[in-house]
């Protein structure tokens, strides 16, 4: 019998790795292996503090090491930014990535408005930022406070990694990756979306995925950006699919 692949899930800009703890339940159930690791500069790992610049390359670069002490080719799930170090990884490393996930965004950079916001709120200042900018991006991303204090406090904990890893993260978040990646991934490719998620514009979603036709799309109603914690069981069903069929 086949051993079920193993999944890599990877967060997004300022979440946590609480944000995959449901979908990496329900995995582990169906008999994956999954492992959540923290994006660079985002741990408490020394061996893993940030000595140059934060790009996608020097992110995947680090998630590459993961999946070479994983031991063999494994689906790597991307939230968010998390999605673009994933494209990254498996444009640097195709012999580490048996399949993408594509989690909450498509790799083009979000729209206009969202980079704006997000800049004016983030990239203003070399300070720490505002208690109203962390609440602001909460609400839209979680709507209410979880109820467990303990949760609540880890959501917010994202945002309190240092200046430059905070920054630098969400810089190449808004860049997106580069030109060229997605037509590099040869092997299978599902993208889960929120329905009500307006990070990025439709029509750019839109025409990526028609120039990829071969690339499964699952669209989650009434979930939004945060489609992995809104939508456990719909996202690890799609993600499950896509293991399946490897």
Known sequence: MTAAAPFVLLHG??????TWRAVAERLTAAGHDVVVPELLGYGSDP???????????AAAHDVARVLERAGSPAVLAGHSLGGSVAATVAALRPELVTAVAFVGMVPVPPG??????LSRMFLGSEGPPSREAIE??????????????????????????????????????????????TETLTGPVAVVLGANDCTRPPEDVE???AAHPDWSLTTVPDAGHMVQWEAPDACASALASLAEGL
């Open 207 to 209: 025409r990526l995925l």
């Open 47 to 57: 061996s893993r503090l940030l000595e140059r610049a934060w790009t996608l390359e």
């Open 13 to 18: 800009w300022a979440c946590p790795t609480a």
């Open 112 to 117: 206009a408005a969202t980079a704006e916001r």
């Open 136 to 181: 602001a991006c909460l609400a839209a991303w979680y709507g209410t406070v979880p109820e467990d204090p303990g949760l609540a406090a880890e959501l917010k904990t994202a945002f309190g990694v240092p200046g430059p890893v905070l920054r630098g993260s969400l810089r190449a978040a808004l860049g997106g990756v580069q030109p060229g990646v």
